[in-house]
């Protein structure tokens, strides 16, 4: 597979942080901890790349791909919002809170917790690059600050076109393996209802103990600080389109498909909503 992109198409040049209306977010605390949350996972992008090259050793166009692309593309995201943060709310110790959630986190994030097959593997990226694509989808239209919206804009696009390259290589692979519907929709659904279980709670974590010292965040919080986010997903996460993302790699016949649809879309709202 030819890889066409062999840099990010943007720099941390190109946002106009100079120009961040600061009054308009700096006193809403969960915006801070939903970016300073999401500048955690974006960071540790290098050693998710470095899973994936171990994993997938053998495919030269993909390890080329994932180490010349996405994990630049990736680790400039995380860069992008450090900075964001930091000139918003410039006195967070980014770099100590940081540290804590990579020493968290990475018992996580080993090699052999990927998919039992190359191709589940790769529809599994398809699930997290869904949740990236949808995530910031919901932040360029929630956003209260013109230089967040361009900011999440920009990483929006990155996200579509590294989903395009996990399921083409999903595709690759699956005309190998074979594997049935049946196998492939249960491991999208177990990647789908695994997310948040580390990483999106460890970020926040440790973003919230950092910045309020001698306080514990607990399973509660985060439950409450979901709840909080309730309105914001219900008004503007992209419900139509992430259930088509994830159902791509099953490859649904189109009748089936559409009616398929309305259901998981209501259902998708109602667990992610409540």
Not at 59 to 72: D, H, I, K, S, V
Not at 220 to 239: L, T
Request: hydrophobic residues 40%; proline residues 5%; aromatic residues 14%.
């Amino acid at each position: 597979m030819h890889v066409d992109r062999t840099h990010p198409t943007w720099s941390i040049a190109d946002i106009p942080y100079a120009s961040i209306e600061k009054p308009s977010i700096k006193d809403q605390t969960d915006w801070f901890y939903l970016l300073a949350g999401a500048s955690f996972v974006e960071s540790l992008s290098d050693l998710y790349a470095r899973n994936l090259v171990e994993y997938f050793h053998e495919n030269l166009p993909a390890t080329t791909w994932l180490g010349q692309q996405w994990e630049q593309e990736e680790v400039q995201h995380g860069l992008a919002l450090k900075t964001y943060v930091l000139k918003v709310w410039p006195d967070f110790d980014w770099d100590r809170a940081y540290q804590n959630f990579v020493k968290a986190y990475q018992p996580y994030c080993q090699t052999d917790l990927l998919g039992p097959t190359q191709a589940l593997e790769m529809a599994s990226r398809c699930v997290v690059e869904t949740g990236t694509t949808s995530f910031y989808t919901m932040i360029q239209a929630a956003s209260p600050e013109p230089v967040l919206r361009d900011l999440a804009g920009r990483i929006r696009a990155d996200e579509v076109h590294h989903y395009k390259y996990f399921y083409k290589f999903f595709q690759e692979y699956q005309r190998q393996e074979k594997n049935s519907r049946w196998r492939i929709a249960r491991e999208l659904w177990k990647r789908v209802s695994e997310a948040d279980q580390e990483d999106s709670y460890l970020a926040i974590k440790n973003a919230f103990e950092v910045k309020n010292p001698g306080q514990t965040f607990s399973g509660k919080d985060f439950a409450a600080f979901r709840e909080r986010m309730g309105d914001w997903v219900s008004r503007h996460y992209p419900f139509e389109m992430a259930i088509k993302m994830l159902l791509k790699p099953v490859s649904l016949p189109p009748t089936l498909q559409k009616l398929a649809l309305p259901l998981l879309e209501r259902s998708a709202r109602r667990a992610l909503v409540s």
